[in-house]
């Protein structure tokens, strides 16, 4: 995009040139021409072929649900015409729950803007309860096309255009175009830290800075590979329980969500409990690191971790949190523990929002097909790895309107930059994913579900069953999960052995797990009653209010050893102090530049 392409001077009146050049660069760049955009546009034809044909079986029922449209259309001009020579009407179409898009006072108040907000919500409802209403889709064609359906309503919503949201008008007319003469500077800013899809920011850059006044819980690092650094967390108390905890986060990205700012830490938090803490921070991988497999992340990842903890502390097993996709490692790990027949070194495991059973994989499911897959793994075999800045924007559009057209609208039709957020910064702060380790959870793990059958996956030499982890596990889920979907992650505790707890949070993905007992903010669901199903696990469950926190910590209590032992140093002999934390490889930023590592 040329910087020259709007005219500062006269910005209102050169708007729409400059708008028309954005959606082209923005067009061009979420669906470009690389094979996963070619694939995706491929099954969406194809999805739209097969329901095409399914309307056209039924003309009659189509000709129905389009009447009920035109009924429904003059039913708002009406009630358009009725609020002109009377502000006090109601509207026939109310917001959606929890839709904030419409929330600035003039969308209901003044007839024109109302009328765009009811016609476009009337569209939208229509189109949706089309899809649903529409007999002999396959129910996968259906829900890909529910996605497409919505990204294709969310985008052309009135609220993502100047001339239709009265809001942006007025202040485009105040601010005498100053607004998006702002909103283009970001608008160039974001396209240039772009991949190959238009990643807006959600937070200031340059409001957190790394062991400042994020990741500051004071800890060092005592071990470095090619694959991740160990952090030791420094004992906030005289006497630590004896067994040590090691945290194994998601390796798609940074470790420090679980180590925010001093309020929000769950580091910082377990550290007060007593535990001598260490966490893995993975490597930012780049081409170099292309060959990098998810048996790597086992053998040099998380069973190196365990066995410099044995060395550095003298105890022979940890207790273990996984978060995430870091849960599915903690699994394997321990399931290469028993096809070794070794003791497994993991006392008690800890699985945050994991899953272990892909079956149901959330919204993410949109994307597991064969032909999206295989064009991802050529993109990445050819860069030497799956973008994470891609990897952001795509589970940014699982939740569009509260996590991309919001920002889209605040960024560049404000011109205001978002405010200072830890977790969206965290959010932002991307990661990449070797070329090998991207194919094996997209075909074995995601699309093949190969981990929940016995001997199906191989770490080194050895097929693994988790069927013959016996380890007693803690699984936290969270309600509103779009992630890893709260039944399907209790379901996959089945793949398991041993006793196991089920907590279903309150909350999210992150907002669910990272929830301090201080601010009282979530609570969450026990049922420790066989079932059957979730809802039926559910409708059993005993709310709790407070944070799951202090429930996990009442829980690993028999598994923390029996006597305490006098606060460790960090390191020791064979491990010695690399450096502080947060280390070296958190501060790998996209695109990924070598760091020096020995």
């Given at each position: 995009m040329q910087q020259n392409t709007f005219n500062s001077q006269d910005p209102i009146g050169q708007f729409f040139n400059w708008n028309e050049t954005m959606w082209s660069e923005m067009q061009k760049a979420k669906w470009g021409e690389n094979p996963?955009?070619?694939?995706?546009?491929?099954?969406?034809?194809?999805?739209?072929?097969?329901?095409?044909?399914?309307?056209?079986?039924?003309?009659?029922?189509?000709?129905?649900?389009?009447?009920?449209?035109?009924?429904?259309?003059?039913?708002?001009?009406?009630?358009?015409?009725?609020?002109?020579?009377?502000?006090?009407?109601?509207s026939i179409m109310t917001d959606p729950p929890g839709d904030r898009r419409f929330k600035h006072k003039a969308w209901k108040e003044n007839p024109h803007f109302d009328f765009i907000r009811q016609s476009y919500l009337h569209f939208a409802k229509s189109l949706t309860d089309m899809l649903d209403i529409v007999e002999g889709v396959p129910e996968s064609v259906r829900e890909r096309l529910k996605f497409t359906f919505r990204q294709t309503i969310n985008a052309l919503s009135p609220t993502n255009f100047i001339w239709s949201n009265p809001e942006v008008l007025l202040r485009t007319i105040e601010e005498k175009g100053a607004n998006l003469v702002k909103g283009i500077e970001l608008f160039q800013e974001d396209m240039a830290a772009s991949a190959d899809m238009l990643k807006i920011r959600m937070t200031r850059e340059s409001a957190f800075t790394l062991g400042e006044n994020l990741a500051v819980t004071p800890g060092d690092v005592v071990f470095r590979n090619e694959i991740f650094e160990l952090i030791q967390y420094a004992a906030s108390t005289k006497t630590v329980h004896k067994t040590p905890l090691l945290i194994i986060p998601p390796f798609i990205n940074k470790y420090y969500i679980l180590d925010l700012t001093a309020q929000n830490s769950l580091v910082a938090w377990l550290r007060d409990q007593g535990h001598t803490v260490f966490i893995m921070s993975w490597r930012n991988p780049g081409r170099e690191q292309a060959s990098v497999s998810f048996s790597d992340l086992v053998q040099h990842g998380t069973m190196e971790a365990i066995r410099v903890i044995e060395q550095a502390t003298g105890e022979k097993e940890v207790n273990a949190i996984g978060y995430c996709i870091g849960g599915t490692l903690l699994a394997s790990t321990q399931a290469v523990y028993a096809a070794k027949r070794m003791k497994s070194r993991v006392k008690s495991a800890t699985y945050l929002t994991t899953l272990l059973d892909f079956t149901q994989p959330g919204e993410v499911g949109v994307f597991i097909n064969p032909p999206v897959i295989d064009a991802m793994v050529q993109m990445n075999e050819a860069q030497g790895y799956f973008d994470?800045?891609?990897?952001?924007?795509?589970?940014?559009?699982?939740?569009?309107?509260?996590?991309?057209?919001?920002?889209?609208?605040?960024?560049?039709?404000?011109?205001?930059?978002?405010?200072?957020?830890?977790?969206?910064?965290?959010?932002?702060?991307?990661?990449?994913?070797?070329?090998?380790?991207?194919?094996?959870?997209?075909?074995?793990?995601?699309?093949?579900n190969s981990l929940s059958q016995a001997d199906a996956v191989k770490v080194g030499e050895f097929a693994i069953d988790l069927g013959k982890v016996t380890t007693p596990s803690y699984f936290l889920s969270t309600k509103e999960d779009h992630i890893a979907l709260w039944d399907a992650t209790f379901s996959g505790s089945n793949l398991l052995g041993g006793t196991k707890t089920l907590v279903l949070g309150e909350s999210g993905h992150v907002a669910g797990v990272v929830n301090p007992p201080s601010k009282n903010k979530y609570g969450y669901w026990l049922n420790d009653a066989d079932f059957d199903n979730s809802e039926q696990w559910l409708a059993k469950a005993k709310r709790e209010e407070g944070s799951w926190w202090t429930h996990w910590q009442e829980w690993a209590t028999p598994f923390l050893g029996e006597k305490a032992v006098a606060a460790r140093v960090a390191g020791s002999i064979d491990h010695p102090v690399l450096m502080p934390a947060p280390g070296l490889y958190v501060t790998q930023n996209l695109p990924v530049t070598e760091v020096e590592t020995a």
């Open positions: 996963v955009s070619q694939a995706l546009s491929q099954v969406n034809s194809d999805d739209l072929q097969l329901f095409y044909k399914a309307v056209s079986t039924n003309p009659m029922h189509l000709l129905d649900m389009q009447m009920q449209w035109w009924q429904g259309q003059l039913a708002i001009c009406q009630n358009s015409m009725l609020k002109s020579l009377d502000s006090g009407a109601a994470g800045r891609q990897m952001a924007v795509t589970f940014s559009l699982l939740r569009e309107n509260s996590l991309y057209w919001n920002y889209y609208i605040d960024n560049y039709l404000k011109g205001q930059e978002p405010s200072d957020f830890d977790i969206l910064y965290w959010n932002s702060d991307s990661t990449n994913l070797s070329a090998t380790c991207a194919s094996f959870l997209l075909r074995d793990l995601y699309l093949n």
